[in-house]
């Protein structure tokens, strides 16, 4: 018979997802003794204080089984009440569908795409490692915690499982520990057609600690079985519980059934029947509330940390206090002056360069007073230039600033988002644009979650030349700007690469994507008013030498700024005057009041975008009396300035188009 402790985890999920009409009941009644054990025995954690800083973190990576976080969360004394509970998936709840980070005190991250919540997890053991090296003193270890994960058979097939935990286990991530739900069933039904590889063999390929064979629903087994997995510090740990989907249930235990439907009156009064279990729904006697009730272990837990905080900030202020301000997310006091006085410096070198050249040097910059950025690439460090001078590779003996994250894009952005996550650390990684598609789902979880990972993406267009158009992107960039809450800065010099850069590490609440060129580009000289009109996403770059004549404006972004600059000229010997607009960033310029977006686009001027992209996105900026110089189908293989010429960059075309409107 299954404890009632465990069996508590069970009637709150089967309530409220009988309640809601919709649901996953089976995985949280299969997983109800693996949680009651981790959460009431290993779990470091303060309900008073959900973000204390050295808790253990904890994912649901199948994040269906969201009523297991929610009842656990409930029975431990978060801030849930019964009736959060009894509001399951009902319209801003603090119990949605799938676990939303920032609606429930408790969760960690948002999961519900599988196997992004592992990946998650490894950026969050991987932040702990990371501040581990850079802020403990001996016996003074302020940053010790484990990061604990469940998953489930649908995490496991998906590729980016196979992605992140290759990496964790070469990078020894030691404090990483899976609890695998291994209960055969998924929504199809038995697994074996579909999904027969050997977990614990896989595992043990990537260089894991791996415990097998235990027996999900024995609460003796899962305990050694975490014991041993905490006791192997070098490798992280999967623990392969045998388990029952629907554990349980009086008449469909075992069966896929149980995985995504309320289990339905019936059948739940039959189960509580054959568990003995004697409440009305959402009713749990106080006997369970209290030996659930984790607040006075928590309190006393984080009393212990601060106690030993006390001493390491007497013995070491200055570290304390900057491992505060990094935790909290905090920029140094002087950042602001800091990339002003950066920002002359680059205007005054005015270089002609790449703006991939360009955000390498913004990096090197920021980097000086930003220590908590953590950078990498997907295997391109030398295409993407995501190294600087201060950058310490991260391998299995030592744990650096940089990751090379080898060729994960996917990986690579999930964990970015757990290291943003876990906090202390200011997370970077890069690729190549094209491949933005590879990790498109985890940029959306970075957005949804409002947190602030830095997304680089260089080899921006048809720029890239010869390796055609497998490599070159002609919808990325548009797509990207589509997704809600997602920056995207496409700058046109080093000008404008610093500022997106000094934004994207100062944002909080958003994600950025920097896109940058192969080729190189004019640095373009601006005014003190034109330097700070960039931070508003766009700005008149070049005006017209008589504004009152003007009959165009040029809109253009990138590598086709220093295009648009060169045909204003064309048109000024012409006896045409026209405005050049640099728009790095759409999202800031919509954000702008009117008065300014009128400054810059006035309504009564015809407008012509120039982008080396797919044209649909910048329709509403030109109106019906403008027109788009866009790329509309795939690219070609063929030297830059070929491609450009094939495709209508000519100064020699956006002449053409403007006569055609004025």
């Not at 996953?24 to 290993?42: D, I, K, N």
């Not at 005054?348 to 990096?363: G, H, L, V, W």
């Not at 980097?367 to 295997?379: H, M, N, R, T, Y």
């Not at 921006?460 to 995207?488: C, F, K, W, Y």
Request: with cysteine.
């Amino acid at each position: 018979m299954p404890s009632q402790l465990a069996n508590a985890i069970r009637f709150l999920a089967m309530d409220a997802i009988e309640q809601a009409n919709s649901g996953h009941p089976g995985a949280p009644m299969g997983m109800a003794e693996m949680a009651t054990v981790l959460w009431r025995e290993f779990l470091q954690h303060n309900p008073n204080n959900p973000k204390f800083y050295n808790r253990d973190r904890f994912v649901l990576s199948n994040g269906h089984a969201s009523m297991l976080l929610y009842s656990l969360l409930h029975l431990s004394g978060y801030n849930l009440s019964i009736e959060e509970l009894k509001n399951f998936r009902q319209l801003h709840s603090k119990t949605p569908g799938h676990p939303e980070y920032g609606y429930t005190d408790g969760v960690e991250t948002t999961t519900g795409p599988l196997g992004q919540g592992i990946g998650n997890a490894v950026g969050m053991a991987l932040a702990e490692k990371i501040l581990a090296e850079q802020f403990n003193k001996p016996g003074l270890n302020i940053v010790d915690h484990h990061t604990f994960v469940l998953v489930g058979d649908g995490c496991l097939m998906e590729g980016i499982s196979h992605e992140v935990c290759s990496l964790a286990g070469t990078l020894k991530l030691g404090k990483l520990i899976v609890l695998y739900d291994d209960n055969n069933i998924s929504i199809d039904g038995k697994v074996d057609n579909w999904f027969s590889e050997n977990i614990p063999e896989r595992f043990q390929s990537y260089g894991w600690h791996t415990v097998s064979n235990v027996d999900g629903h024995d609460e003796t087994a899962i305990r050694a079985a975490i014991n041993a997995a905490k006791a192997e510090t070098e490798k992280p740990s999967i623990i392969c519980c045998k388990t029952k989907i629907g554990k349980g249930s009086a008449n469909k235990e075992g069966s896929h059934k149980t995985h995504g439907a309320p289990l339905g009156t019936e059948e739940i009064a039959a189960t509580r029947t054959a568990l003995n279990w004697p409440h009305a729904p959402f009713t749990i006697s106080d006997e369970i509330y209290q030996s659930w009730n984790a607040i006075e272990a928590g309190e006393k837990l984080e009393q212990q940390w601060q106690d030993q905080f006390q001493l390491y900030q007497q013995q070491y202020p200055a570290e304390a206090a900057e491992f505060i301000r990094r935790m909290d997310g905090e920029l140094p006091q002087q950042y602001d002056q800091y990339v002003q006085n950066a920002l002359q410096e680059v205007c005054a070198k005015a270089e002609k360069i790449a703006t991939r050249k360009a955000s390498q040097n913004s990096i090197e910059i920021l980097a000086k007073i930003l220590p908590e950025f953590v950078g990498g690439s997907a295997d391109l460090t030398p295409s993407n230039l995501t190294n600087w001078s201060g950058s310490i590779s991260t391998t299995p003996e030592k744990t650096g600033n940089y990751i090379h994250y080898g060729v994960r894009e996917f990986g690579m952005a999930a964990i970015m988002n757990g290291l943003s996550l876990h906090g202390g650390v200011k997370p970077f990684g890069a690729t190549f644009l094209m491949f933005s598609e590879y990790a498109r789902n985890a940029l959306r979880m970075a957005a949804l979650m409002k947190i602030n990972p830095i997304f680089v993406f260089t080899h921006d267009s048809i720029g890239l030349g010869e390796d055609g158009p497998t490599h070159q992107p002609i919808e990325q960039i548009a797509t990207l700007r589509l997704i809600p809450n997602m920056s995207v800065w496409r700058p046109c010099d080093s000008a404008e690469s610093l500022i997106a850069w000094a934004d994207a590490a100062a944002a909080s609440t958003h994600p950025s994507c920097l896109i940058f060129s192969r080729q190189s580009l004019p640095f373009l000289p601006r005014d003190s008013k034109q330097l700070a009109n960039i931070r508003r996403g766009g700005y008149v770059l070049k005006a017209a030498s008589n504004e009152k004549e003007a009959k165009a404006v040029l809109i253009a972004t990138g590598s086709e700024v220093e295009l648009a600059v060169k045909a204003q000229e064309k048109l000024h010997q012409m006896g045409i005057a026209t405005h050049v607009v640099s728009m790095p960033n759409t999202r800031i310029f919509d954000q702008q009041d009117q008065a300014y977006r009128d400054s810059v686009l006035p309504a009564h001027l015809p407008c012509i975008a120039i982008e080396a992209g797919v044209s649909d996105s910048w329709y509403k900026y030109i109106g019906s009396n403008g027109a788009i110089i866009g790329i509309d189908r795939f690219g070609e293989s063929a030297p830059a300035e070929q491609l450009f010429k094939e495709f209508g960059f000519t100064v020699d075309h956006v002449v053409d188009v403007v006569k055609t409107l004025i």
